[in-house]
């Protein structure tokens, strides 16, 4: 809105200063009693904070309902995990393949050797426990979310004291929290992020205070992450190597040796843990592509070769998609198919690109506490941290795609990041590192208050333009809810056609099923033309049949006519 006062200040602008002279008022009065109240729960009920803080998230995002309703499905990667929990569902580890696959091609999903998904079984996992549950996927994703503030917290204990670590919990709960992508949508990071908690909480505590339990605990964070995200596992192995790695030293130099240290010892304990999930995914390599080594990602790469949901990165227009031929000449750019020289140049461009996206784990005003944090890796620690965060990040990317929750196990060590620079910084200026968590606490409560309370207001719908990671259905209608909401009214099952326009993008996919096809209300199948789809037809006798063409604007949805041409072959 136009600001018309000497200041250049519009609506949202003196909103937020009147928030932020609340919040610093209360700060101001009640700090020290805040702050010793907090120190004792920390150290007192550690049970109470993980309970809390599990809940925190997952109460503010429900209180957002009225405003933002449950999240649905828009991208490619959602529907295929959203595949993997139906499948999971059914008690099984793939489904059998369908009699007419060509109907039914789409991203990130396999036909043969049998119908499922390419993903790894993680996430569907989760999403599949909401689901049987509460009755909704969505339900999975909060509790990921939760696992992951409440353990955040646990994890900060190995690292520093209980009150620093209440702190990091609650900036995990509104960093990651109601309105975070996260929370907000299928595509993961929750569940890889609660499995990084545990293996770097355990860490410290085994070189500490080594016991059974933390190796436990270390071996089922790996295990989660294994089947969550098998590609970056490696790198959170080599980061465990790493750990250990001075005191396997020792044990080598050592000529006597009973004298290797506990910790070590109790690292076959961590490793009984791993089997289950190797098990786990050897069983589902086998069931899904026949083959006990073969991944579904791997077969899938060489049944439809790169990804056609790449684009181009380094253009200054990301988004943009790419034409069949580009998405190859991609391909043989990011294969590395070239001189050393240029492999180093892409994988430099790559990696230069992606340091923009890390800000999504750090909110503006806590850039301070990143500087801070930098006298601390004296200390072989804090050093072994940086370590890993730059192992992750030089790991991924020589994959060609990138997105935020391919790092999101050390999502922890981020927020360790934070806490550890803070509390650096408040030791030498005190009001400085208050000042900081408390520009954190008020930028969550405006924007947080604009959805809840303002979320119609003129002023809410400028200001939200602004936002910074926030990823949040603002109940608008996409092309996609508007043809769902329109099937629903349509009785009986229904067999959908998909024509695509030809100047139809291809990564723009509409053709999404559930685990059992046959079974379900509603079929989206492929138009492939009069002949073909007169075979389908004939196998769906008893479903009233639409024809759907998702590239008119608005989306065109008709009843379809039997021998009509299809012009977008």
């Known amino acids: ?30 700090r020290d009693r805040v702050m010793l109240a907090a120190s004792h729960l920390a150290a007192a009920r550690p049970a109470w904070c993980m309970a809390l803080l599990a809940a925190l998230p997952v109460v503010l995002r429900l209180l957002l309902l009225p405003n933002h309703p449950v999240p649905r499905p828009e991208i490619y990667d959602e529907f295929s995990h959203l595949l993997v929990a139906d499948t999971l569902r059914h008690f099984r580890l793939a489904n059998p393949p369908h009699p007419l696959p060509q109907f039914f091609e789409t991203f990130f999903v396999l036909q043969r050797p049998t119908y499922s998904s390419i993903y790894p079984l993680g996430q569907g996992l989760m999403l599949a426990i909401g689901w049987t549950f509460f009755g909704t996927p969505w339900a999975g994703v909060l509790l990921a979310i939760a696992a992951f503030c409440a353990l955040c917290y646990w994890m900060l204990r190995g690292w520093t004291t209980p009150g620093w670590a209440l702190l990091g919990g609650v900036l995990a709960a509104i960093e990651f929290g109601p309105l975070n992508q996260w929370m907000n949508s299928y595509w993961g990071g929750g569940l890889a992020a609660a499995a990084g908690c545990l293996v770097f909480g355990a860490l410290p505590r085994l070189l500490d205070h080594p016991r059974q339990r933390d190796a436990i605990l270390l071996g089922l964070g790996l295990a989660l992450h294994l089947i969550t995200r098998p590609y970056e596992s490696t790198f959170l192995f080599l980061s465990v190597a790493l750990w250990f790695a001075p005191l396997v030293g020792r044990a080598v130099r050592s000529a006597d040796p009973f004298r290797i240290s506990p910790a070590l010892r109790h690292l076959p304990d961590a490793g009984l843990v791993l089997l289950p999930a190797l098990a786990l995914i050897l069983a589902h390599n086998k069931s899904v592509t026949g083959s006990w080594t073969t991944m579904p990602e791997m077969l899938s790469q060489y049944q439809y070769g790169v990804p056609a949901a790449l684009t181009f990165e380094p253009d200054p227009q990301p988004h ?58 004296r200390h072989w620690r804090y050093a072994w941290v940086a370590i890993t965060l730059g192992l992750f990040a030089l790991g991924v990317n020589f994959f060609p795609a990138f997105q935020l929750h391919y790092v999101a ?17 408040h030791r030498a200026l005190p009001e400085a590192a208050l000042l900081i968590i408390f520009l954190v606490l008020a930028q969550f409560v405006f924007w947080y208050s604009l959805h809840a309370f303002f979320d119609t207001a003129d002023f809410s719908r400028v200001a939200r333009q602004y936002e910074t990671w926030n990823f949040i259905d603002h109940r608008a209608v996409t092309r996609r809810t508007a043809v769902e909401d329109a099937l629903a009214k349509v009785p009986g099952k229904v067999l959908l056609f998909v024509r695509y326009a030809p100047a139809h993008i291809f990564q723009d996919e509409w053709v999404y ?35 759907l063409e998702p590239d008119a604007r608005p989306p065109s949805l008709t009843p379809y006519r039997q021998g009509a041409q299809n012009f977008a072959r």
């Open 1 to 30: 809105m136009p600001a018309t006062n000497f200041f250049g200040f519009g609506p949202a602008d003196l909103v937020e200063i009147a928030l932020a002279a609340l919040l610093l008022g209360m700060a101001i009065v009640w």
């Open 320 to 377: 943009v998609p790419l034409t069949p031929q580009q998405a190859l000449d991609y391909k043989m750019q990011l294969g590395f198919r070239g001189s050393h020289a240029e492999t180093i140049a892409s994988y430099l461009l790559r990696l230069e690109y992606r340091v923009r996206y890390y800000h999504f784990f750090f909110p503006a005003p806590l850039y301070v506490a990143l500087v801070a944090f930098l006298l601390c890796l």
């Open 409 to 425: 196990a050390v999502t922890c060590l981020f927020v360790l990041v934070q806490i550890a620079g803070l509390e650096r910084l």
């Open 513 to 547: 099923n559930r685990a059992d096809i046959d079974g379900s209300r509603i079929v989206w199948a492929r138009d492939l033309g009069v002949q073909q789809n007169e075979e389908l037809l004939r196998y769906y006798p008893d479903r009233s049949v639409w024809l």
